[in-house]
């Protein structure tokens, strides 16, 4: 008898990209590029489109199809990639005319998300945003609707939760809001609880692939899953810091972003990014070695401008700056920090920084409080500032971080 391994084949794609000059069109499929490789296929080639605006048939015109047809055919592709949102009609005209599966920029981000999501909540936010998508897409998809799970752009919710009767689907939308609202309200509490243990949160927001897990890793032996893909963290993680100077902070991961994320995506996952709008401090981690460094800040802080955190104070953190030629190219400003995460190259400034930006001035304090003074030690323990305390034979020795209003009645006592 003989034994044979199955190799899963790896799905071959084309991207497609159409230049209307609304943005950058170069730098876009660039990324679409690193998105198709992220969902495990492999991008072939690609086609650019110059035209005024899209072909409301095809997206890019009779034309340039028959090439794609024809290039397809001689290069085995399995699937065509478009940069940019298909309607229904279009993906229809082009899977007839050309015999290939065709998906669009949203779809191939849905896939990864399908891949990446681990905990329930961001299990059921996927699930939500491909039904959202996927409704207004559901007439004549009978042959489509057939092969949800074959490949990439077809993973996610499956046969069973797409039925053709859209009021089904529409109850399944409803469910889905509501257990997330059930979570949501939960990791409210959990915030409410922070707030009123004083605890101290720090986000780490940025970029899809800037290397935040890499930094969360290196900060907190987090053991976050830390890998060179795009959207490699999807559920946010928490864990505590201390500080330097004796402070524990809350550090939390958040998922990457990407430019022209679609607004619905944006929506879906609107309670994982509260996380960085209701954070004390935002760390903007970006590539550094990336030629679009300044581009990926800028998506950044443009989302949490919408989230509300203009108020709240940002760090951007240039990371992988050991893979840059000239290192002071970058921006040399007071609310920058250059780091190597992997590496744990400009770590100690990073949490200089944080520590500078702590809502409240803190300093870590040694005392000796005499035994007629252990009154104080109670103020301290009710403000939360009390870590640790020993009786010793010539008075109560004590560790403390104290905020700065407390600092003329300690000030005597330290050691």
């Not at 290069?75 to 009609?89: A, S």
């Not at 960085?276 to 949490?304: F, M, P, Q």
């Not at 600092?407 to 005597?412: G, S």
Request: net charge negative.
């Amino acid at each position: 008898m003989e034994l044979y391994e199955n190799e899963e084949k790896i799905q071959r794609a084309l991207l497609v990209g159409i230049d209307t000059g609304e943005y950058d069109a170069e730098g876009s499929i660039a990324e679409l590029h690193e998105l198709v490789e992220s969902a495990g296929a492999e991008p072939v080639a690609t086609v650019m489109q110059k035209r005024d605006k899209p072909d409301g048939a095809t997206c890019i015109g009779s034309g340039r199809l028959e090439e794609i047809r024809d290039f397809c055919a001689e290069h085995d592709i399995d699937f065509i990639v478009f940069d940019t949102e298909l309607t229904p009609t279009q993906i229809r005209n082009i899977e007839q005319f050309t015999d290939i599966r065709t998906i669009d920029r949203t779809m191939l981000i849905l896939d990864i998300f399908a891949i990446r999501a681990r905990s329930n909540e961001g299990k059921l936010q996927v699930e939500l945003a491909q039904l959202k998508y996927l409704m207004p897409r559901l007439s004549g998809k009978g042959k489509e609707m057939s092969r949800l799970g074959g490949g990439v752009g077809t993973r996610g919710p499956g046969e069973t939760k797409l039925e053709t009767d859209k009021r089904h689907i529409r109850r399944r939308i409803e469910s889905l809001k509501d257990d997330l609202e059930h979570m949501t309200n939960r990791r409210e509490q959990l915030r409410s609880r922070r707030k009123k243990d004083g605890i101290i949160t720090v986000a780490i927001v940025g970029y899809t692939n800037a290397g935040k897990s890499t930094l969360m890793n290196t900060l907190t032996q987090a053991g976050v899953l830390s890998e060179n893909k795009l959207f490699a963290t999807l559920d946010p993680t928490s864990r505590a810091l201390k500080l330097p100077n004796g402070v524990s902070v809350m550090m939390i991961d958040t998922v990457g972003l990407v430019r022209r994320l679609p607004h619905h995506l944006v929506e879906a996952f609107k309670s994982t990014l509260e996380e960085a709008a209701l954070a004390d401090i935002i760390l903007n981690v970006c590539d550094a070695s990336s030629e679009e460094y300044k581009l990926h800040l800028d998506v950044t802080n443009s989302l949490l401008r919408e989230l509300g955190c203009s108020d709240r104070p940002i760090i951007n953190v240039f990371n992988k700056c050991d893979l840059v030629s000239n290192p002071l190219d970058l921006p040399n400003r007071k609310d920058s920090v250059r780091i190597c995460a992997k590496n744990g190259l400009g770590i100690e400034e990073l949490l200089r920084s944080i520590e500078e930006n702590l809502p409240v001035r803190l300093k870590h304090y040694n005392l000796l409080v005499p035994f007629d003074k252990a009154s104080l030690l109670a103020v301290l323990r009710k403000a939360g500032a009390l870590q640790s305390e020993e009786y010793t034979d010539k008075g109560i020795k004590a560790d403390a971080i104290v905020e700065e209003a407390l600092w003329h009645l300690v000030d005597e006592y330290a050691l």
